[in-house]
C-alpha cells in the first residue's frame, strides 16, 4: 500500500487552521494513524483509526476520512505544532508511511 | 512510564552486521507487540519488523527480509534486531515502538540508535 502526502509543505500562521492530506493507493478499512514529529525527536502518535485521538492528544487535533482518502486538521496552530507530520496505513504487512507533510510558520 | 531504550547503533563497514538491543521498563513486555522502525537522514519513517508478544507472529519490510531478524526475550524485557549484509541504505536512526493491542499502530517510541554503514 503507497501513501502519499499533500502539501510536502504548508505554510500557515499561529491560529489558523491546518488541513493535511494522505491518499492510500488501494482503498482499505480505518487502519490509518497520524503521527507528529519534532527535529531529534521520535514519532508520537496522535491519532489512529482514522479519527480517534490517542492518549492526551489535544481536541484541536482531529483526523477524518476512509477508504483512500483521509485528512488531518489542525483547527488552530500552536507554536508547539509546527512539525512534520507523517501518515501511517496499518491495515496491510508491511505497516507504510506517507512521505509526510512539514507545517512551518507563514 | 513506558519506557524504551535502543543501543548497539554505531559504525560498520558495508556488508558488516550489527545487533540492536531494546531494553523495555514501565509495562508488561510480554503482553505486547513489539516494532523496529528507521528513519534515514532527512527522510521519513520506514517500518522495518515487527514480532509479536509471544514471537509467533513476525513480519519484515521487503528491504531488509532475509537481511535482518528480530526476536525478543520476555524474561529480559529486551528486543533485538540482528542485522546481515549491510548496506549504506540502511544508514538510520532505528527505533523501538510498542504497539497497544495486536494489529495497532506503534504507540510508544524510544529515543532511537544511529547506524551508519561506511567505508
Known amino acids: 500500500l503507497l501513501m502519499t502526502q499533500s502539501p510536502a509543505t504548508l505554510s500557515v500562521s499561529p491560529g489558523e487552521r491546518a488541513t493535511l492530506f494522505c491518499r492510500a493507493s488501494q482503498t482499505f478499512s480505518n487502519n490509518l494513524a497520524w503521527y507528529q514529529q519534532k527535529p531529534g525527536q521520535a514519532p508520537r502518535l496522535l491519532i489512529y483509526g482514522a479519527s480517534t485521538r490517542a492518549t492526551g492528544i489535544p481536541a484541536r487535533f482531529s483526523g477524518s476520512g476512509s477508504g483512500t482518502e483521509f485528512t488531518l486538521t489542525i483547527s488552530s496552530l500552536q507554536s508547539e505544532d509546527f512539525a512534520v507530520y507523517y501518515c501511517l496505513q496499518y491495515n496491510n504487512w508491511p505497516f507504510t508511511f506517507g512521505g509526510g507533510t512539514k507545517v512551518e510558520i507563514k | 512510564e513506558v519506557q524504551l531504550v535502543e543501543s548497539g547503533g554505531g559504525l560498520v563497514q558495508p556488508g558488516g552486521s550489527l545487533r540492536l538491543s531494546c531494553a523495555a521498563s514501565?509495562?508488561?513486555?510480554?503482553?505486547?507487540?513489539m516494532n523496529w522502525v528507521r528513519q534515514a537522514p532527512g527522510k521519513g519513517p520506514e517500518w522495518v519488523s515487527y514480532?509479536?508478544?509471544?514471537?509467533?507472529?513476525?513480519y519484515y519490510a521487503g528491504s531488509v527480509k532475509g537481511r535482518f531478524t528480530i526476536s525478543r526475550d520476555n524474561a529480559k524485557n529486551s528486543l533485538y534486531l540482528q542485522m546481515n549484509s549491510l548496506g549504506a541504505e540502511d544508514t538510520a536512526v532505528y527505533y523501538c515502538?510498542?504497539?497497544?493491542?495486536?494489529?495497532?499502530?506503534?504507540?510508544?517510541w524510544g529515543q532511537g540508535t544511529l547506524v551508519t554503514v561506511s567505508s
Open positions: 514480532i509479536s508478544s509471544t514471537s509467533y507472529t513476525i
Open positions: 515502538a510498542r504497539d497497544t493491542a495486536a494489529g495497532s499502530p506503534p504507540e510508544y
Open positions: 514501565g509495562f508488561t513486555f510480554s503482553s505486547y507487540g
